[in-house]
């Protein structure tokens, strides 16, 4: 039997023996969305609760979901570019959510 080739770089090759799907240069963004998603789910359950007592409502709203949010949106940027929209600037502001609310996170739990 002939090797077959599909056409996009993307789509299920015949190598003679075994179907391979190429992903190219997307394989970095299918590990950062997997483990984003991971640490979302943890940090759903893990939180600094001894921390947040006696805060007012904005330091515990982001004591408790700052971290888990962090993730969220860090896993919802790295499956937008792994869907092929590089350059959308809906997986770059969902990647910069993720920066800042990781950001407020620190500043709420080490700093104030």
């Known amino acids: 039997m002939m090797a077959h080739e599909s056409g996009g770089s993307d789509s299920p090759r015949w190598n003679g023996s ?3 799907v190429r992903i190219n240069g997307r394989w970095p963004w299918l590990a950062f969305a997997a ?9 759903l359950f893990v939180w600094p609760q001894g921390k947040a007592a006696g805060r007012n409502p904005f330091e515990y709203l982001v004591l408790r979901w700052g971290h888990a949010a962090t993730w969220a ?3 919802l940027g790295a499956s937008m570019r792994l869907l092929g929209k590089k350059g959308s600037r809906a997986s770059e ?3 910069s959510l993720g920066g ?3 950001l407020a996170f620190i500043l709420v739990a080490y700093v104030l």
Do not use: I
Request: positive net charge; hydrophobic residues 75%; proline residues 0%.
């Open 18 to 20: 075994v179907a391979t």
């Open 35 to 43: 483990l984003s998603l991971a640490l979302c789910a943890l940090w």
């Open 73 to 75: 949106f860090l896993f």
């Open 93 to 95: 502001r969902l990647l």
């Open 100 to 102: 800042a609310a990781y």
